[in-house]
T-cell receptor, first 114, second 109 residues
Framework: EAQVTQNPRYLITVTGKKLTVTCSQNMNHEYMSWYRQDPGLGLRQIYYSMNVEVTDKGDVPEGYKVSRKEKRNFPLILESPSPNQTSLYFC?????????????FGPGTRLTVL | GIQVEQSPPDLILQEGANSTLRCNFSDSVNNLQWFHQNPWGQLINLFYIPSGTKQNGRLSATTVATERYSLLYISSSQTTDSGVYFCAVFTGGGNKLTFGTGTQLKVEL
């Protein structure tokens, strides 16, 4: 089954404790991206990747890191989480960039930083 | 950066009614897509529509790129249509994605 998976689905952590949210797709997609969704602010892009070793900033990259060492994986790293990073996070992938292909979204990761 | 606004922000329909959702964007875009987020939070792609009109069952969409807007039509609405509808535009060479503010739709029996 074609899908985008994220782990963990729920996470409660404390300020400053490094964490990684994994994202994996099994569709051989080149384009992957991360978003956060907050009430009243909608969905905002954090980072995107056009292919292995190619990443770029979205609208809200501060406080986040990403890496794309393999085509299928695109982890989101919070080196020192803060309460303002409490949010619902989505990973997505598509065959290519340019918005010409269907974006497939993961199920979301609800993160709470205390 | 580009501004993407949707209207109305909230909409309540009786089952069977039709509706039109609007997406306005402030600058030229490479592409535009419509998404539905169901009440359980899952995001589903509805249309990729940089220009023109497309139809998929009871849903159709029209984008007039030169006038910087897109419309999503829902006909004969059903309770399963409830959720939030987002438009999203691609800019920055086509790889940066900006979502609209969303329309929260509730379809009642």
């Amino acid at each position: 089954e074609a899908q985008v998976t994220q782990n963990p689905r729920y996470l409660i952590t404390v300020t400053g404790k490094k964490l990684t949210v994994t994202c994996s797709q099994n569709m051989n997609h080149e384009y992957m991206s991360w978003y956060r969704q907050d009430p009243g602010l909608g969905l905002r892009q954090i980072y995107y990747s056009m292919n292995v070793e190619v990443t770029d900033k979205g609208d809200v990259p501060e406080g986040y890191k990403v890496s794309r060492k393999e085509k299928r994986n695109f982890p989101l790293i919070l080196e020192s989480p803060s309460p303002n990073q409490t949010s619902l996070y989505f990973c997505a992938s598509s065959l290519a960039g340019q918005g010409t292909d269907t974006q497939y979204f993961g199920p979301g990761t609800r993160l709470t930083v205390l | 950066g580009i501004q993407v606004e949707q209207s109305p922000p909230d909409l309540i329909l009786q089952e069977g009614a039709n509706s039109t959702l609007r997406c306005n964007f402030s600058d030229s875009v490479n592409n535009l897509q419509w998404f539905h987020q169901n009440p359980w939070g899952q995001l589903i792609n509805l249309f990729y529509i940089p220009s023109g009109t497309k139809q998929n069952g009871r849903l159709s969409a029209t984008t007039v790129a030169t006038e910087r807007y897109s419309l999503l039509y829902i006909s004969s609405s059903q309770t399963t249509d409830s959720g939030v509808y987002f438009c999203a535009v691609f800019t920055g060479g086509g790889n940066k994605l900006t979502f609209g503010t969303g329309t929260q739709l509730k379809v009642e029996l």
